[in-house]
């Protein structure tokens, strides 16, 4: 599951054009707004005729530049895709001209990921790439060596956080303003007080907070990664679209030795990120992803999409008091049901969990929101809360269909 599948057909002329027309068609009634378009640069090099060296790809409307960012995914120094948004009515098409070009413009930032390690308290920090994950799980330690207690990953409507020990869980940070503000939080300020620009709203304890996760051996949960040695890496952070790697290799459980690897992406204009799993050293496994179970009694599972199913929660679940709806959005071809963890007595407790079909090396996404009353009145309602994790699941199941011409 990508944050945007486009079905793309590409029309091959006979010479080398300088730009080339995208005509994107939405089949759904309902408008879509900041929706991605991620084409690979294979894809954009035979429409070209080029292999694009030293050039990455300006996309306009009319006159008008939108913006895009181009990807090294795989880390060999040359991008491997091109990513933009696209604002369409419903049932309708619009058209895009690609160009390549040596430099893009600056576009406002979008996204974000900060992963800081603490030099001197309160005053230096350094950012890093690549860090280990540290062992135990004493946020006292934890928050002596990095900035967030491990990297936080945020976009124009919501920001998260993972811990870099072995709670391996995920934390949400409320936000009311749409500026980066990752790089400037947990620096002797307490973001668990209201802010300028939000606060942390969420109670992770001994859950899996925010879209964590464990795998599911003879009826207990096993914390991801734990305890084996973890890594963090960041893959790209640009305007649109940022991305990072948590990797736990030689991870035993019970007899069996994985290789476990949990990219995170996120993209502008949503209230959610997109967790994709790889799990590497076994058949068949069952990996679960949690919701946080400390406030809500309630999950609301939805099956009425033809492709994935919705998992949710509301309630007055936010860090002081205010309405706050979580949500998963799972594939129903991996989807085994749901289930809720103890209350006491184990590792991961006080948690709802989706139950997911992890095969060998194959990998397995999932989406988590977090949808905050004050970051949008419409998550002041459940009805709408829910409307909006349904519209959501449509979108992934009709994605857009794009012709390259």
């Known amino acids: 599951m990508k944050y945007l599948s486009i079905v793309l057909i590409v029309f091959l002329g006979a010479c080398q054009p300088k730009e080339r027309t995208i005509e994107v068609v939405n089949t759904l009634p309902v408008n879509r707004t900041d929706e991605p378009v991620i084409l690979q640069r294979k894809t954009l090099e035979r429409g070209f005729h080029s292999s694009l060296k030293g050039e990455q790809i300006l996309v306009l409307q009319g006159t008008d530049t939108v913006p895009s960012q181009c990807d090294d995914i795989d880390g060999d120094g040359i991008w491997d895709e091109c990513v933009f948004f696209v604002n369409i009515p419903q049932s309708a098409t619009v058209e895009y001209r690609l160009m390549p070009v040596r430099e893009l413009p600056r576009f406002r930032q979008r996204t974000n990921v900060r992963m800081a390690r603490i030099i001197e308290m309160f005053k230096k920090y350094e950012e890093l790439n690549e860090a280990e994950r540290i062992k135990g799980t004493d946020t006292k330690v934890t928050s002596t060596v990095y900035q967030l207690e491990g990297p936080g990953w945020e976009n124009d409507r919501v920001a998260f956080r993972n811990y870099l020990d072995e709670r391996n869980g995920m934390d ?221 699941a449509g979108k992934m199941a009709f994605p857009l269909q794009a012709e390259l011409k």
């Not at 500026?179 to 709203?201: A, E, K, N, Q």
């Not at 790209?236 to 069996?256: D, M, Q």
């Open 172 to 392: 949400i940070f409320g936000k009311v303003v749409d500026t980066m503000v990752l790089d400037f939080i947990g620096r002797g300020d307490d973001y668990h007080s209201m802010g300028p620009w939000g606060v942390d709203i969420l109670k992770v304890g001994n859950s899996l907070g925010a879209g964590g996760i464990a795998l599911l051996q003879a009826d207990t949960l096993v914390r991801g990664g734990i305890p084996s040695r973890g890594k963090y890496r960041l893959i790209t952070k640009g305007p649109l679209r940022s991305r990072f790697v948590l990797s736990y290799e030689n991870w035993k459980v019970g007899n069996v030795i994985y290789d476990l690897y949990h990219t995170v992406t996120i993209l502008g204009g949503t209230y959610g990120y997109e967790s994709t799993i790889q799990l590497k050293g076994s058949g068949k496994d069952t990996l679960v992803a949690g919701i946080v179970k400390l406030h809500s009694d309630t999950l609301y599972v939805l099956q009425d999409n033809p492709k994935f199913v919705v998992l949710a929660t509301y309630d007055k679940q936010a860090f002081n008091g205010e309405y706050l709806g979580l949500g998963l959005i799972v594939p129903r071809e991996v989807y085994l049901g749901w289930d809720t963890a103890p209350e006491e007595g184990h590792d991961v407790v006080s948690t709802y969990y989706a139950r997911l079909l992890a095969e060998n090396s194959r990998p397995v996404s999932f989406r988590f929101y977090a949808c905050w009353e004050l970051s949008d009145k419409r998550f002041a309602s459940r009805d709408t809360f829910l409307d909006y994790l349904k519209e959501e």
